[in-house]
């Protein structure tokens, strides 16, 4: 299965700033997902990324908040901007490999 | 619309019993089934999944589960559990790489292995 790089593993930012969280991919992938995990929550998908193409975000979730790149077809960044307290998570990238879905390690998000 | 629903937020068990973890799942059409764990601090691991033949699954460490496609369910099976069973598991379905691919998942239950 594929093997997934994501970084940071954790942040304390401050309110009104940005965050970019990368994932680097040992293989080439078409989709990428991006997930949201809220404490004590499930995951929640914010977006698909296609390599070349617009990010399709999920409803509730909108393209200047969580900015989304994707140059090629192993990383791709997400950014959480004008952070609140209330974006205070784990964020995870995921891709399906063929074995399935795997997953980074996430990134554990606290605003203060 | 597709759904998950996980039926017990909280399992405690002790050591070497038998746990059940329960998932129903809502779809008209297709779906594959996954099974991911998430230790403490960790991110989320694969355990296991149904994409088609047999309705019975197994993950290396001993977990098994069971398609019920008119019962539309996917419950997690152990016979007997370890303490580093201990974690959060999620149940999670998707219609597919060619039909956008996302997983969808249900709110986790919390598997609390005791001595």
């Known amino acids: 299965s594929a093997v997934i790089s994501q970084k940071p593993s954790r942040d304390i930012c401050q309110r009104g700033t940005s965050l970019t969280i990368q994932c680097q991919v040992d293989s080439q992938v078409t989709m990428m997902f991006w997930y949201r995990q809220q404490p004590g929550q499930s995951l929640t998908l914010i977006a698909t990324?296609?390599?070349?193409?617009?990010?399709?975000?999920e409803s509730g979730f909108v393209i200047d908040k969580f900015p989304i790149s994707r140059p090629n077809l192993t990383f791709s960044t997400l950014t959480v901007s004008n952070m609140s307290p209330e974006d205070s998570s784990i964020y995870l990238c995921?891709?399906?490999?063929?074995?399935?879905?795997?997953f980074g390690s996430g990134t554990r998000l606290t605003v203060v | 619309a597709q759904s998950v629903t996980q039926l017990d937020s909280q399992v405690p068990v002790f050591e070497e019993a038998p746990v059940e973890l329960r998932c129903n799942y809502s779809s008209s059409v297709s779906v594959y089934l996954f099974w991911y764990v998430q230790y403490p601090n960790q991110g989320l691991q694969l355990l296991l999944k149904?994409?088609?033949?047999?309705?019975l699954v197994e993950s290396i460490n001993g977990f098994e589960a069971e398609f019920n496609k008119s019962q539309t369910s996917f419950h997690l099976r152990k016979p007997s559990v370890h303490i580093s069973d201990t974690a959060e598991y999620f149940c999670a379905l998707s219609r597919g790489y060619n039909q956008g691919g996302k997983l969808i998942f249900g709110q986790g239950t919390e598997l609390s292995v005791k001595p």
């Open positions: 990324a296609n390599q070349g193409s617009e990010a399709t975000y």
């Open positions: 995921s891709v399906e490999d063929g074995y399935g879905y795997t």
């Open positions: 149904y994409l088609s033949g047999s309705t």
